[in-house]
């Protein structure tokens, strides 16, 4: 499986983003479709996933914020970033979960800052 994450950059506190992640396959052999973040020092934390069945899921610090939404037909998955601040500043990783296996992609940066 290969997931290609792209749409990173540097955006101004307030601002907006979109981030996509095209799968080598379909979106839907997977249990789950998610967004994840890192920062330097931190683990790796769950920033959005949307289930197989369309169940959404975000994390506390970004709900009401960011939108996870996916087009089957197209193999992508989307992170709509809105209102971003300099905490949001991470690399972001598109993530497909099959059961409890997750498959990774590469991470995009993102950079919140004036």
């Known amino acids: 499986v290969q997931l290609q994450a792209s749409g990173g950059g540097l955006v101004q506190p307030g601002g907006s983003l979109e981030l996509s992640c095209l799968a080598s396959e379909s979106i839907f052999s997977f249990t789950a479709m998610a967004w994840y973040r890192k920062t330097p020092g931190n683990q790796r934390e769950l920033v959005a996933e949307?289930?197989?069945?369309?169940?959404?899921t975000y994390s506390g610090s970004v709900k009401g914020r960011f939108i996870i939404s996916r087009d089957g037909a197209k193999n992508s998955v989307y992170l709509q970033m809105n209102n971003v601040s300099p905490e949001d500043t991470a690399v972001y990783y598109c993530s497909a979960r099959l059961l409890s296996f997750n498959y990774w992609g590469q991470g995009t940066q993102v950079t919140v800052s004036s």
């Open positions: 949307i289930s197989i069945s369309g169940e959404l």
